[in-house]
Every structure is written in C-alpha cells, then in structure tokens.
C-alpha cells in the first residue's frame, strides 16, 4: 500500500488563517516538504508540531520529487507545504504530484488561504470569469506581450507582483490595456493590509507619492468596461463606449448600471440633454 501525498495550503499572512485539518495532516505527516525549512518550521512551531522537514523548491525539484515518490510507495505519508498559501499556485509541486498521480499514488488536497482567492474576493471587480496568470514576466518588453495575449479576454485578470516592479507594471498595463478598473490588494490578512482601486495611472501615482514601496501585491484587473466618470455627460459616455468597440445598446445597457438608472431614463435624458 502506498502512502498519500496531501497538499497543504497554510496562511498567507495571519498564522491564524489555516484549518483544523491542516494543522491535524501536519501533525500525522511522517515527512512535510517544504520550501523553506526554517519558514515552515515558525509555522510548525507555533502549533507545536514537531515533523521531519525534506526542502523542495524550484532548484531541486526534480532530485526531490523522486526521492519524495520512493517514500510515498514505500507507504509513508507526504505533506506538502509552500512558504505561503496554496502549494502549486505560482509555486513548487507540480512534479512531485504529477509524477504520484502517474505512479497510482493518491493525492489530497487540504484547502485554505491563497491570495488569489483572497484577493478576488474582495476586490469588488467581477468574479464569475478569472484568469490567474501567476507573476507578469520582469522585463517591460516580454510583460507587454503577455498583458497583449490576455487583453481580449472578457475576464477579470489576476497577477501577483513584487513591490520592486509593481510600478513598471503599471506602467504597462496602463500602456497595453488602457482604462480598466483595478484593485491592487497588499499585505492580505497581515497588519498593512489594505486595497487601492482605480485606474493603472492613479495606482501608480499613489504607490510613486510614498516613500517606500513595501508588501506583497496582487494585482486584480476588471475588463474593458471603463471606470464611470459621474462628471461625464451621458452623450460623452455613450461616444467613449461606441467608440471602442461597444454596440449602442450594450453601451446604455452599461451607463445605465454604472449610474444607478433604468435604461429608459438613459434614453429619455439622452433625447433632452443636449450633446
Ligand atoms: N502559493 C501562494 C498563494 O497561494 O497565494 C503564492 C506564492 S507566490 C510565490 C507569492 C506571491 O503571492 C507574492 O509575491 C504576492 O504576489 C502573492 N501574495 C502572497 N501572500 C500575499 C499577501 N499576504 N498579500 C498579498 N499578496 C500576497
């Protein structure tokens, strides 16, 4: 009988975020592996939770996803831990779960924190289509490309970003997909946390005024549909959407949900307010 591989996602912030199942699989683990020992360890400690720890990061994924195989079909039991959140979302593991689940062994998720999720949630932009893209690339001209492969999709996008390039990545989003909505959420679940929401260029200007740019990022973006602009007159917004690319009808149908109105009322003031 060959052992069972559980995937364990642990807090992003806040060590009280991590579910009684987490903490009772740690616990009956006989190896965690994980990518940073000593960070895994402060999680481990504060539950008071002694296991064999086994590092497994980018650098020796591949050596380790077989020794950790050999254990799991001798019958141990694995879990495995990333230093923050959900294992495999934008971080180590793939390898090691593809190469059990090729080999027959079983594999279990135990959910909790992700800041993906965290972050969507929360964001007040729409949830019912997503895409995850994990980190935008570092360099201006690759991340340009990337941010032009998704720019058509009519779903909100989620990146992460590091505090070092978040404003270069502004830069670019503003540059490639224009006027979107945007919550740029920092620090979830730790004492900073906190989100910022508006365009590309008014994020940016916001992170530029501070001394510095500390945190962790995730970067939520709605699709095209544009900021309201209550300053804005109706003909001016109808003439904003039409002209990049919205049918008149889906045009009113959209002033009329940002500004709170019917769409009748959008075609009457349309008719009485001069252009
Ligand atoms: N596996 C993790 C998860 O499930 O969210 C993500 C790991 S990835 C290497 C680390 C990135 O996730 C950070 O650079 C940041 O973009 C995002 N992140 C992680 N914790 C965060 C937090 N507390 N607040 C905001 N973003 C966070």
Redesign the pocket.
Known sequence: MSGKLFIVATP??NLDDITFRAVETLRQADLIACEDTRQTRKLLDHYGISRPLLSYHDYNERGRSEQLLAELLAGRSVALV?D????L???PGYRLVHAARLAGVPVSPIPG????AA?LSASGLPTDAFAFAGFLPPRSTQRRKTLEQWKALHATLVF???PHRILEALVDIDAVLGLRPIAL??????IHEEFLTGTALDLHAALAARPAIKG???LVIGWAEPIPDEAESLHDALAHLTSAGAARMDAIKQIARQRGLSKREVYRLLETQSP
């Open positions: 992003i912030g990333s923050a959140g959900t294992p979302i934008a971080d924190p992700s800041a993906l972050a992460y970003e590091t959420a920092r620090e979830l679940t730790k962790e990022f995730v």
